[in-house]
């Protein structure tokens, strides 16, 4: 018996999975509060370019929205809205839920720190009359996008008599920026025949700083010693105060709207501020939850999360040690009943690198927030697999509200791929799978995302925490 148009039709649609742009799934006024939300997102970006200054403004913001600092062994309540900070780059905030702690709690977890590229501890060095500074890369980068973009300098140093100065120039319009220079192709003759990852080589990345002496007719070092003059004038170092800094030079300049429809957001950091915020907003936005909920924002996970401040330390299994002790709980019991969205970013589908992605299971721009069940290298290496039960929830949770969700994974099979913090959370027994926004050119010195993707984010957060 054969079907006619109309039956095949009704059959497509009953049996079919339906993908379609978030704009086609969202109204008008969706629409206007994705634009909304990402103009608060914009300035957190601009904020916080450091993962210090990143945990610096999510603290701005959860003291506005009534959140405290909570100290070990105070008595908590339903409502109690917290915060910790750890080593001024990680924080962790809390929403006191009316359940028994013991019952789990609802755990987003993002990160703030971002591929850029650090100073060394000794730096700043002259050669032919210029001033340059030697850099180490944080994270994976290529490092030949990191040449001839303006630069700006971020970050701490920690004087002789443990004084801490905050750095920050080249944001400013009327500041100056550095930049790490790259051959003319006049003479890159042989640089060009160099494999791409080669094209610029660690060592090449050096920055320019200064190029004007000492007025003086004898001596060398005259330019480097001009740089230190103004850096002491300026923050009162000396150069062994270097030894004892954290500066980062990162992409200078503002988050910005991109295309002639500014439908998207190109920006510095997008991974994995581009999670955090909505995280974070999602869990201001929490009033009275049945279960606790909880946001870590962590750091070091573009190194792999190893450090005091990163998700493999044991700050944030202490801190739930610290809030089931004075809820008459354990932390092992919260643990198992617990569940958790690991916030990060994944790869969008980019038309001019087709052939790095199965296009039947990678994320698209604007297609709303991917879930990823696994991710990983080769057979699933470094991913805590999410369970089909635990995807199931979460799916009829994100249907259930309304969010324009898809699916994606980390490129074809053994093409590359890559990890998230999902699988340290999962390893403390926690039903963990992976949440967040798809991303062009992510780890350039510019990414690029989707607004609708940015708020359905959000949506999926709120949706999360009830
Ligand atoms: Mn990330
Ligand atoms: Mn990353």
């Not at 062994?240 to 950091?269: H, N, T, W």
Request: glycine share 8%; aromatic share 8%; net charge negative.
């Amino acid at each position: 018996m054969s079907m006619t148009a109309e039956e095949l039709k009704a059959k497509k649609s009953e049996l079919f999975m339906e993908k379609k742009h978030a704009a086609h799934r969202m109204s008008d006024e969706d629409v206007a509060a994705a634009n909304r939300f990402c103009e608060g997102y914009k300035q957190f970006l601009d904020d916080g370019k450091t993962e210090r200054e990143a945990v610096s403004a999510a603290v701005r913001i959860l003291e506005e929205k009534g959140f405290r600092c909570w100290k070990r062994g105070e008595s908590l309540q339903a409502g109690d809205r917290i915060y910790v900070v750890n080593r001024n780059k990680a924080v962790i905030a809390a929403v006191m839920g009316t359940a028994p702690l013991a019952d789990g709690v609802r755990l987003t977890a993002a990160h703030l720190d971002s591929p850029r590229l650090d100073l060394k501890q000794v730096p700043l060095y002259e050669d032919t009359e210029l001033a340059l500074m030697k850099t180490h890369y944080y994270g994976g980068i290529k490092k030949y996008q990191w040449t001839t973009v303006p630069l700006a300098l971020h970050g701490v140093i920690v004087k002789r008599n443990g004084e801490t100065v905050q750095v920050n120039i080249g944001e400013d319009i009327s500041d100056p920026v550095f930049c790490v220079t790259d051959l003319l192709p006049h003479l890159a003759t042989e640089q060009v025949k160099r494999p791409l990852g080669q094209g610029i080589r660690g060592e090449e990345l050096n920055l320019l700083v200064g190029s004007m002496p000492v007025c003086c007719d004898e001596g060398g070092e005259l330019v480097k010693l001009r740089v230190l003059e103004i850096l002491h004038e300026k923050y009162g170092i000396t150069e062994a105060d270097f030894l004892s800094a954290e500066l980062e030079a990162v992409p200078a300049g503002q988050a910005r709207d991109l295309g002639f429809d500014r439908s998207m957001i190109g920006a510095y950091g997008h991974d994995d501020r581009v999670c955090a915020y909505p995280a974070l907003l999602a869990l201001c936005d929490c009033k009275a939850p049945v279960h606790t909920a909880v946001t870590i924002l962590t750091d070091k996970e573009e190194i792999g999360s190893d450090g005091n401040t990163g998700l493999c330390s044991a700050y944030f299994h202490d801190f739930m040690r610290d809030l089931a002790g004075v809820c008459d709980t354990r932390a092992h019991i919260v643990f198992s009943a617990s569940q958790c969205l690991s916030a990060d970013v994944t790869s969008a589908y980019d038309p001019t690198f087709a052939d790095v992605n199965d296009r039947r299971n990678c994320a698209y721009l604007n297609y709303g927030v991917c879930m990823m069940k696994y991710t990983g290298s080769r057979g699933k290496s470094g991913s805590s697999d999410a369970s089909a039960e635990f995807v199931g929830e979460v799916r009829r949770l994100l249907d259930a509200n309304e969010v324009v969700w898809q699916t994606g994974e980390l490129g074809k099979v053994d093409m590359g791929g890559g990890g998230t913090v999902a699988a340290y959370l999962a390893n403390l027994n926690i039903d963990t799978v992976d949440v967040g926004v798809p991303v062009l050119s992510m780890h350039a010195p510019m990414e690029v995302v989707s607004k609708l993707d940015v708020y359905m984010t959000y949506r999926a957060c709120a949706a999360f925490y009830g």
